[in-house]
């Protein structure tokens, strides 16, 4: 069964302070992996898709990698804007599945100034 | 590009009343929308997936008869909790997808509320 994990499940940095979250997953043929910030009372915003292992992606203070097991998300230099719970998600063709997406339980970032 | 907008945003409304959440894939045609529900602290729980003009595919424990879902367009799904009880409150987002490999773009969710 496909799963993903994600930790660590919450994390506090002072501003600037760089810092990396992991996801780590089992999936059976990896189709891409995706990465969505979801800040409170809203839905998730997608970041990143990364399909195979070596690939890395960059936006702004975020960069994302992958390898044939787990995902980085490095925060650089982070600002208090940056808090938010990150979503760590491959999708599953398991049982018939559409694509559906596997989540990891996120982990929550806050950045205080 | 790959904006979804969801409708209502907030919704209050007493217990026995139907309500529908429209879900629109503003700048691009989805041939897959997703449904899912949120609890507080808790990741995303998917209720079901929708083809345009297909009926949906529910997940296991999710009933088809109290959450009617309708893909009537590339563009637009709707979701309709019907006859609402206090434990269906909860945070409902809808996603779109262009097609299988590209990511699922979600909308703001609506957050229901059944007094």
């Known amino acids: 069964e496909d799963q993903v994990t994600q930790s660590p499940e919450a994390l506090r940095l002072q501003e600037g302070e760089s810092s990396s979250l992991n996801c780590s997953y089992t999936?059976?043929?990896?189709?891409?992996l995706f990465w969505y910030r979801q800040d409170p009372g809203k839905g998730p915003e997608f970041l990143f898709t990364?399909?195979?292992a070596g690939e890395e992606k960059e936006k702004e203070r975020l960069k994302a990698t992958l390898t044939k097991k787990e995902s980085f998300l490095h925060i650089t230099a982070p600002k208090p804007e940056d808090s938010a719970t990150y979503l760590c998600?491959?999708?599953?063709?398991?049982?018939?599945?559409?694509?559906?997406?596997?989540f990891g339980k996120g982990t929550k970032l806050s950045v205080k100034p | 590009g790959a904006v979804v907008s969801q409708h209502p945003s907030w919704v209050i409304c007493k217990s026995g009343t139907s309500v529908k959440i429209e879900c629109r894939s503003l700048?691009?045609?989805?041939?897959?929308m997703f449904w899912y529900r949120q609890f507080p602290k808790q990741s995303l729980m998917l209720m079901a997936t929708?083809?345009?003009?297909?009926?949906?595919?529910?997940e296991q424990g999710v009933e088809k008869d109290k959450f009617l879902i309708n893909h009537a367009s590339l563009t637009l799904s709707t979701l309709t909790v019907t006859s609402a009880h206090p434990e269906d409150s909860s945070f409902y987002i809808c996603?779109?997808?262009?097609?299988?490999?590209?990511?699922?773009?979600f909308g703001d969710g609506t957050r229901l509320s059944i007094l």
């Open positions: 998600a491959v999708p599953s063709y398991y049982g018939g599945s559409q694509g559906n997406l596997i």
């Open positions: 990364l399909y195979s």
């Open positions: 929708s083809n345009e003009g297909s009926k949906a595919t529910y």
């Open positions: 996603s779109a997808r262009r097609d299988q490999n590209q990511p699922q773009h």
């Open positions: 999936v059976s043929g990896l189709r891409g």
């Open positions: 700048d691009f045609q989805a041939t897959t």
